[in-house]
T-cell receptor, first 111, second 108 residues
Framework: DVKVTQSSRYLVKRTGEKVFLECVQD?????MFWYRQDPGLGLRLIYF???????EKGDIPEGYSVSREKKERFSLILESASTNQTSMYLC??????????FGSGTRLTVV | KNEVEQSPQNLTAQEGEFITINCSYS?????LHWLQQHPGGGIVSLFM???GKKKHGRLIATINIQEKHSSLHITASHPRDSAVYIC??????????FGQGTRLTINP
């Protein structure tokens, strides 16, 4: 089974901190995604990557950046965390053709 | 209006009941996913389908491409089926569009 592993289930950070959320997949998928999920808004795409060192903005990239130095790892970076970035963050990977595998999610609280 | 609409938003039923969750979409798609999210957050892909019907255990998913509509059915529902069920449509170019989710609660 494909596994998508997110490094933390729960995270509490202070306003202004730089925050790294890590995601690792073990099935050599080309495509990786970061979503955030908020009540009433569903899942929204922040960034995705279709190859090493490649990235594309999703629907809500403001306040975030990403890094993909190796195929298996896709990092989401909050340069200066703010309270409105308190959310559930979900990573996913896909080999293409629409098949997706999601991670367990990281619930981030910014205080 | 959202591109993907699910109904109902919340559903409470008794154990053993037959459950139906509906998904309508307004865009052209390559495939449709049904996802399950348990408390705690992790999302599991239940089905990906682009036509017809798929069955896995007590779960059945159908799609009507002409009517832009899909349904997820659960037969002989059980409290462990309690979760949020999310419909997502794949438009190609790695773009998934998600519905708002249906919160299902099955009471013993």
């Amino acid at each position: 089974d494909v596994k998508v592993t997110q490094s933390s289930r729960y995270l509490v950070k202070r306003t202004g901190e730089k925050v790294f959320l890590e995601c690792v997949q073990d099935m050599d998928h080309e495509n990786m995604f970061w979503y955030r999920q908020d009540p009433g808004l569903g899942l929204r795409l922040i960034y995705f990557s279709y190859d090493v060192k490649m990235k594309e903005k999703g629907d809500i990239p403001e306040g975030y950046s990403v890094s993909r130095e190796k195929k298996e790892r896709f990092s989401l970076i909050l340069e200066s965390a703010s309270t409105n970035q308190t959310s559930m963050y979900l990573c996913a990977s896909s080999p293409g053709l629409g098949g997706y595998t999601f991670g367990s999610g990281t619930r981030l609280t910014v205080v | 209006k959202n591109e993907v609409e699910q109904s109902p938003q919340n559903l409470t039923a008794q154990e053993g009941e037959f459950i139906t969750i509906n998904c309508s979409y307004s865009v052209g798609i390559s495939a449709l996913h049904w996802l399950q999210q348990h408390p705690g957050g992790g999302i599991v892909s239940l089905f990906m389908l682009s036509s017809g019907k798929k069955k896995h255990g007590r779960l059945i998913a159908t799609i009507n491409i002409q009517e832009k509509h899909s349904s997820l059915h659960i037969t002989a529902s059980h409290p462990r089926d309690s979760a949020v069920y999310i419909c997502a449509v794949y438009q190609g170019a790695q773009k998934l569009v998600f519905g708002q989710g249906t919160r299902l609660t099955i009471n013993p």
